[in-house]
């Protein structure tokens, strides 16, 4: 049973309700370059809009430092307008007169969309003035930014805590899916790459327990192969965890921990640097290494063909550039070839799995980066824990 109050609990024609999104989509020039989480997105709204609600819309989008028009959601409007069918309302604030005037106009069956909410500098600081403002705009509060619970801001906690509020539908599956990866069924395997340990370094610690085998490829085995002692050239390492990584390779669990056995290397970070593999005993000190070598990759694609559940986390290389793109396409191979249940989250994981058209190969693409991470470790996420109190209200 959920711990929450989810749409269904909620009767919502003719009330305001406001609904916080993760609208938080990539701009070129001014137009939205990617409408993948528009589309996520337009379940939640649709919904109440069929229903007789009317959809008070709420994002942040990037990271302004207050008032920033490059990053206004106008442009993210009017696409979800495209997409909807319906018309979007973009108003010039997220809270103040004219939203107030906007918002009491709107009838049944009306969207409109506030203003960047990290244009308030009280946002991320959750300011509880913004939040009561926020607050005055809305009968019911439907959370449905999977990406932003784990950030106690105005708009995901502060207005939750004074309008009643709910889950909506990708956060209640998101916290679904998820939540399978607390029992999981074994093999149960990880696999971890990407740019940063130190974005990682906690996930590794509560999953090491749990796992049968991490797999760990990216930017981020380098830093565990030069714990070990290994050469890694000029690879991207962060020294300053060297000590914490050592600690956990040489833990209890460290075995679990499968390093590459070769890696695809070039002189330099440039798409077209010449790739080279070598084997990761005889990394050259004059190159860096930029994805899993074709060994390595073949070997987490067999041990993922055999597993009864899968995490992964982190493209295996710069997977942005074609030279060094098949550590990540092998890995994406065996997770689609996996028996089990299989779970892909991280933003750029996210971009590589659709990319490599594999989405509907995996069990549940999360949508949520930080958030999944900070769930899977067992972490209480704000957002979560401030929808928990309505739920025996
Ligand atoms: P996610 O968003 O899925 O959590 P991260 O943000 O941690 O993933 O990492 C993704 C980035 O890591 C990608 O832009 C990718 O190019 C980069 N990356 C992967 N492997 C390497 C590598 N060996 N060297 C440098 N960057 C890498
Ligand atoms: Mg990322």
Sequence with gaps: MASYLTTEDLDVADRRILVRTD???????????DDYRIIKALSAVERLRNQGAIVVVASHLGRPKGVNPDLSMQPVAERMSQLGGFEVRHLDAVVGPSVKQAVAEAKPGDVVMLENTRFEPGETENDPELAAALATLADYFVEDAFGSVHRAHASTVGVAELVRSAAGPLLHRELTEMGKLSDPNHPYVVVLGGAKVSDKLGVIKSLLPTVDTMLVGGGMCFTLMKAQGLEVGNSMVQDDMLDQVAKLVDGPYGARIVLPTDVVVAPEFAESAPPRVVSAQEMP?????????????AAFAAILDDAECVF??????????????????????????????????????????????????????????GAGLELLEGKKLPGIAVLEKWKDD
């Excluded at 930029?290 to 990759?297: F, K, Q, R, S, V």
Aim: hydrophobic fraction near 40%.
């Design 23 to 33: 609208l938080n989509v990539p701009l070129e020039e001014g137009t939205v370059s």
């Design 285 to 297: 000190p004059d190159q860096m290494g930029l994805d899993i070598g074709p060994d390595t990759a």
């Design 312 to 369: 992964w986390n982190g493209p295996m290389g710069v997977f942005e550039w074609e030279n060094f793109r098949q550590g990540t396409a092998k890995v994406a191979e065996g997770m689609a070839e996996a028996n089990g249940f299989t779970v892909v989250g991280g933003g750029d994981s996210v971009a590589a799995i659709r990319m490599l058209d594999r989405e509907d190969d995996i069990s549940h693409v999360s949508t949520g980066g």
